[in-house]
Each structure stands twice: as C-alpha cells, then as structure tokens.
C-alpha cells in the first residue's frame, strides 16, 4: 500500500522549471492522491465531486480503474509503431461524447457493489501501490499498448499522473481540508495543456485553475476568452 505523503498546496503561478522525470511525477501524483484518500470515511464517499453525477465512491473506483489499466499496460509490451504520446494521447478524449456517458454509468453502477467504502478504498490503495512498483521496474523507453494506442512507458506514465492530479482536484471538491495534489502533478498537467494548446498559456493562471478551466471543470469568463482569442474555441482540452 502506498505511504500517504501530504503535498504542498500551490495557489500561485509557478516558475518554470525542467520536465520531471515520468517514474517521479507519477511517484508523487499517486502519494498526494493516497494522502487525500487514506482518511476518508464512508460519509466522505457521499460527498460530491467535481465529475457531473458522480460521488466520491464513483471517482475513487474510476481512479482504481486507471491505475488497473496502468498496472495492465506496464506489463504489455508491444513492437509498435508509436502513435501517441504523452499529449496526442488525450485527443480521444473529448467531453460529452457517448462513451463517456456509458463509463460514468459504468463506474456508478460498480462502486455501488461495495457494501463498505474501506473495501474500494483499500483496493485502490493496493492497486495504485502495484501500479507505482511497476513503474519503478519498467524502462520509461519501453514501448506499451494501452486503450488501443501505443506509447513509450514514460508517456504512459505522464497520462496516468495528469489522470490522477485532475481527478485528485475533482475529488476533493467537497472536502476542503484534504491534501492537495503534488507539484510534479499539476506542472505534468500544465505541460500536457500547453502541449494541446499549441503554446503557453499567455494567462497568468495557477496550475489548479489552469487544470480546471481547460477540461471543462470551470467555464470561462468573458475576460479569459478575449486573452485567449481564437483558442477559447478549443477549450475545454480534453475532459
């Protein structure tokens, strides 16, 4: 199981800094989740979040379905060719369309099936930690498959920190006092969003409110549209 580690917040701009490592970033993602995770109680489950229609308990099983995933895809090596990357993975993924509306479902209808919240929460806990050895052990060169794409290890492990830092931020929504999500993870966001936007964000946004804003979680203002120009046409990102 993983070791919770309480993160520090950040509210502010941050500094440019150099790309960390894929292992580390997701190192850190997935120990500011489980910080924010380990305590919860089975009243905490029902609280909502920042995902239409889905309590905590749904987001948490979701969460454990990705890092399964992850866990899946760290073991399948393929020969390839590459045809996604740590950006263009996130192309497929566009809000409102049918397939997400059928996971969102999905994922309701199987968190439902634990009778008490400790269960999913412990299994995610476990899985997440599996997930985070694998990673540790694999070649971020090594070429893998996963939602039938192929992607470099290192990319891989890119998506499932932006994945866990986003849902990190959709699940604490209601709870104000959790942990906040890793600085590794919200810069990987950040430069995930850059990388679909084609260029810096020319706002002077935090990486939690850039995360929230360009995946749909925040709409934007009249004023963020002007700065934006013709790129507020392509907001949200990805969802």
Sequence with gaps: MIEAESPEGQDSPPKAAPPVHPVRALDASYRALAAAVAPM????SW???ACTGWAVRDLLFHCLMDCQR???ALHTPTPGP?????????????????GAANGRRWARVSAGMFLHFHQLRGLYL???????NAATATDPGLLVSTQGHTLTAGDL???LTVEATVHHLDLTASLPQAPRPSSPGLACVRTTL????????PLDWSDEHYARAATG?????????RALGPDAASFPLFG
Excluded: C, H
């Design 126 to 132: 476990e899985t997440a930690a599996a997930t985070l």
């Design 70 to 72: 992850g866990l899946v």
């Design 41 to 44: 109680e089975d009243e905490d």
């Design 157 to 159: 492990m890119r998506t």
């Design 47 to 49: 609280q909502p979040t």
């Design 194 to 201: 850059d990388g679909l936007l084609g260029r810096p964000l």
């Design 82 to 98: 590459v045809d996604r990357d740590a950006v263009t993975y996130w192309s497929d993924w566009r809000p409102g369309n049918e």
């Design 217 to 225: 979680r925040l709409p934007l203002t009249d004023t963020e549209k």
